[in-house]
């Protein structure tokens, strides 16, 4: 389970360590970063620790992340060793509406930005960061698969899209021959877990790796917060960005306050940070490929890269399953076996003899191998 054991990402050849380096903590622009010192030394922990695997944006701390991602692995001539994902989608000059989206102009404008910025002349892992609403899917996979082409990028990977957008721009690609979409990159954690309904079984199913992003829920599972002494604030990210309209900040509820509490519990029974569980249990969810952690300060990294150094009980694991599972929806309750046994009579179906190869949709896989 350690950094230098490597994975294929989705259905490609690309190696990866199951833990990525987040990046959107390198640069004080955003107002919960950290200074170049510290974001270097958490690259170099991070690569001497065996990972690959870095995760960027142009958007980014207005650019500082890709600048210093870039400027670590130079220091170490490090390029031909690293996996660089960075994207494109957010707006570079408000005054210009093609210096954003995922229209072919902005791809184009956004590519050459993010190459001079990490000093490279290919990027690994292109993702289109968010869904704009607008742009047809074909516009957006024949300008990834030009990039492709042109050598300019390896692989491509879409970033917080509806599904049916991603299942549909990766069937584009298998009847029109364009470069195929690696890896979906969403939210996933202990008390985000919308993506199990849909995401994961589509990632499986048509080869997108799930690389899953804030497994710490910004901070709030971490072990900073504790609702057993009271401390429901402390100072870091959800503190500064508490009024912020984006929901990826808004983690304090009653419901995640049960949560936290009940991972406090099983770190305490395992003797393991609260981080190292929360990670632990999110890297080895059904169809997750490769998680993506984050840090602000040294010692936190060092922290949650202990994560996968041990294996959580499963009556701890499903502990912290059943604390935050989701109320049923529909129509994915349907989908379940009560709902199913209707259809497919009294005799189980789906399960195959050994040997075969498993139905991906009723069985889902071992974990890191999605
Ligand atoms: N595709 C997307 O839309 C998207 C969106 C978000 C992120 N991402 C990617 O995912 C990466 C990780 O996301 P994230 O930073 O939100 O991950 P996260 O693991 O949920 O949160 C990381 C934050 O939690 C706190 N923390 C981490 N470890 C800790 C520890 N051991 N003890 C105490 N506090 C700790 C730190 O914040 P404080 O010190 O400030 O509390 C740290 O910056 C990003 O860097 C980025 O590359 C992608």
Not at 206 to 217: E, R, T
Not at 282 to 288: F, I, L, S
Request: charged fraction near 25%; proline fraction near 5%.
């Amino acid at each position: 389970m350690a950094l230098d054991a490597y994975y294929t990402l989705g259905r490609s050849g690309l190696r990866v360590s199951r833990l990525s380096l987040g990046t959107m903590t390198f640069g004080t622009e955003w107002g919960w970063g950290s200074d170049e010192d510290t974001a270097r030394q958490m690259f170099n922990t991070y690569v001497d620790a065996g990972g690959n695997f870095v995760d960027t944006a142009d958007l980014y701390t207005n650019g500082t992340s890709e600048l210093w991602t870039g400027k670590f692995i130079g220091e170490r001539n490090l390029r031909d060793r690293m996996v660089i994902a960075t994207k494109f989608t957010y707006n570079a000059d408000p005054s210009n509406p093609n210096a954003g989206g995922n229209g072919r102009k902005n791809i184009m404008r956004a590519v050459e930005g993010s190459l001079k910025r990490l000093g490279t002349d290919y990027i690994d892992l292109y993702f289109l960061h968010t869904w704009d609403s607008i742009t047809p899917v074909e516009e957006v996979m024949r300008t990834l698969d030009d990039l492709v082409r042109s050598g300019k990028v390896r692989y491509i990977g879409l970033s917080d899209t509806p599904a049916w957008y991603a299942a549909r721009a990766q069937t584009l690609a298998e009847w029109r021959g364009y470069e195929p979409i690696s890896a979906l990159q969403l939210e996933y954690s202990l008390v985000e877990r919308n993506i199990e309904k849909e995401f994961v079984p589509l990632g499986v199913e048509l080869g997108m790796g799930v690389m899953v992003w804030s497994p710490l829920a910004g901070g709030l599972l971490s072990g900073k917060y504790r609702p057993s002494e009271g401390v429901l604030n402390a100072e870091g990210r959800l503190d500064v960005m508490k009024d912020s309209q984006n929901t990826a900040f808004q983690k304090f509820s009653d419901r995640n306050w049960k949560i936290v509490a009940e991972l406090e519990a099983v770190a305490k029974e395992l003797g393991r940070s609260m981080a190292q569980i929360a990670v632990n249990w999110t890297a080895t969810r059904p169809g997750v490929g490769s998680v993506i952690v984050g840090a602000t300060k040294l010692s936190q990294l060092e922290d949650n890269l202990k994560a996968l150094d041990f294996e959580l009980p499963t009556e701890l694991s499903d502990r912290l399953e059943t604390v935050g599972r989701p109320d049923p929806q529909f129509p994915y309750s349907f989908f379940e076996a009560g709902h199913q046994a209707m259809i497919h009579g009294a005799k189980p179906v789906g399960l195959k003899p050994s040997g075969y190869i498993p139905n991906v949709l009723i069985d889902a896989p071992a974990a890191g191998v999605s």
